[in-house]
């Protein structure tokens, strides 16, 4: 199905009643690079001069259970990703795995350190360590995620995924198009994983 991006403010936003579901995460994140051709799922795109990348979408599913889809290891498990483990405290670790076969702490694992929350407001991670093979080791060291939620209605919660601290190096666009895609597909797979309850 494709999907319709309402534009509030300049800013993309899934509409609330449709089923589409940034992480990646969280991934980071345990965000995806999966390709968003076939939904228009369009993530926002800042002046050139920012170095922030913002994706956002409403989720049909009350504030607390989409905190916990992104805060707890049972919750990342039941939609995101195979292993968790998250330590939610100031620089406790959120650490995923995607692979059924893989375990936390090998090559694989993606390492997001906590810098800040507010539980069920805001969420800031950065990627401690990436996975072994993941193509941009240098930019990532300079990006984190801030990630903002809000009941958007009876039953509905708005996620906004905001990428900061992007360079204008080819490495740090490379990395940037990544979580455009890889945050809009996290988003609209919440939505979907919501939507079949």
Do not use: C
């Amino acid at each position: 199905m494709l999907l319709e991006i309402a534009k509030i403010n300049g800013r993309a936003v899934l509409p609330a009643g449709r089923v589409a579901l940034l992480v990646g995460a969280v991934a980071a994140l345990g965000l995806s690079s999966a390709a968003q051709a076939e939904d228009k799922t369009v993530p926002q795109k800042p002046p050139a001069e920012e170095s922030r990348q913002i994706t956002e979408g409403v989720i049909d599913a009350p504030l607390d259970a989409v905190w916990n889809a992104f805060a707890t290891k049972e919750g990342q498990e039941a939609w995101n990703v195979a292993h968790a483990e998250i330590d939610l405290k100031i620089g406790g670790k959120m650490r995923t795995h995607y692979d059924p076969k893989g375990t936390i702490g090998d090559a694989n694992t993606i390492e997001n350190v906590i810098l800040a929350f507010e539980p069920r407001k805001m969420l800031a991670i950065k990627v401690g360590k990436p996975p072994e093979k993941f193509p941009f080791k240098e930019a990532i060291k300079n990006v984190w995620h801030v990630l903002y939620f809000e009941e958007a209605g009876p039953n509905r919660t708005r996620v906004r995924v905001v990428g900061l601290g992007y360079g204008a190096d080819d490495e740090s666009k490379k990395l940037r198009a990544f979580f455009e895609k890889g945050n809009a597909y996290t988003l609209k797979r919440l939505q979907e994983h919501f939507a079949k309850k």
